[in-house]
């Protein structure tokens, strides 16, 4: 995994970029400002490791443009993509779980441009300012619910459910509209969805050879999109 480019010297933000996005969506651009003079912004290239998994929490980050694959490796040593945070939402925010060291790695996707702030600034800013705790433990909700519901796919779905599943939701987050159908906003392999799944890369090619024959996806070069939504929904087993 690629290193990180280091922030430009007084490289100053503009308050409009976190203006509207959680958990800051409810304060007013002095407080903001506040905010921002205390982040440290950088840019990573594709495949940069953000944080490793283990390593103590030292700072919390905003990812502003890009996406971050969190990861988790297995006790048999396996590598498990556990979820992709998109742009506009925070990350490494092991406080908010009461953690001191990071439960996942973090790697990026795509180029990407994050803000990060002390892990010591988290209490202060829960107390300071109004709105950031709450908004933080939303975001920390859908999270959990994401994360049960991928555990309930695993235990109860076939492998080509829990493949569209993974497809689906990259589309509900990422998806932009191309010719031909929506594509996946980000490089996206095969093996990057045998991992999200649980499958092997096998398995997972086999599916997706499948599924272009059948005209339900394309895919080449890193990426995937998705040219039948209906009947991926329908593969998925989400037709309630």
């Known amino acids: 995994m690629r290193n990180a480019k280091r922030a430009r010297p007084h490289f100053r933000l503009d308050e409009s970029l976190l203006t509207g996005l959680p958990p800051f969506s409810k304060l007013d651009s002095r407080q903001i400002r506040e905010i921002l003079d205390q982040a440290s912004a950088r840019r990573y290239d594709e495949g940069s490791a953000v944080f490793e998994e283990g390593r103590s929490a030292e700072r919390f980050f905003?990812?502003?443009?890009?996406?971050?694959?969190?990861?988790?490796?297995?006790?048999?040593?396996?590598?498990?993509?556990?979820?992709?945070?998109?742009?506009?939402?925070?990350?490494?925010?092991?406080?908010?779980?009461?953690?001191?060291?990071?439960?996942?790695?973090?790697?990026?996707?795509?180029e990407s441009l994050a803000l990060s702030w002390p892990t010591r600034l988290w209490d202060t800013f829960v107390a300071q300012y109004e709105g950031f705790s709450t908004e933080t433990y939303k975001t920390v909700g859908t999270r959990l619910g994401e994360m049960n519901n991928r555990i309930m796919e695993m235990a109860t779905q076939q492998v080509e459910q829990r493949i569209a599943n993974a497809i689906?939701?990259?589309?509900?987050?990422?998806?932009?509209?191309?010719?031909?159908?929506?594509?996946?906003?980000?490089?996206?392999?095969?093996?990057?969805?045998?991992?999200?799944?649980?499958?092997?890369?096998?398995?997972?090619?086999?599916?997706?050879?499948?599924?272009?024959?059948?005209?339900?996806?394309?895919?080449?070069?890193?990426?995937?999109?998705?040219?039948?939504?209906?009947?991926?929904?329908?593969?998925?087993?989400?037709?309630?």
């Open 168 to 240: 689906l939701r990259l589309v509900n987050q990422t998806g932009r509209k191309v010719e031909g159908g929506i594509e996946i906003d980000f490089p996206i392999t095969r093996q990057d969805l045998s991992e999200m799944t649980g499958s092997t890369l096998h398995t997972v090619s086999r599916t997706l050879s499948g599924w272009e024959k059948h005209g339900l996806i394309s895919s080449g070069r890193k990426r995937i999109t998705v040219c039948d939504p209906h009947r991926l929904v329908l593969l998925s087993g989400a037709t309630g």
């Open 62 to 110: 905003m990812l502003l443009d890009g996406y971050i694959r969190v990861v988790r490796i297995s006790p048999s040593g396996e590598q498990v993509i556990v979820m992709h945070i998109p742009g506009g939402q925070l990350f490494g925010i092991a406080k908010a779980l009461g953690h001191t060291t990071y439960p996942a790695t973090a790697v990026t996707a795509a």
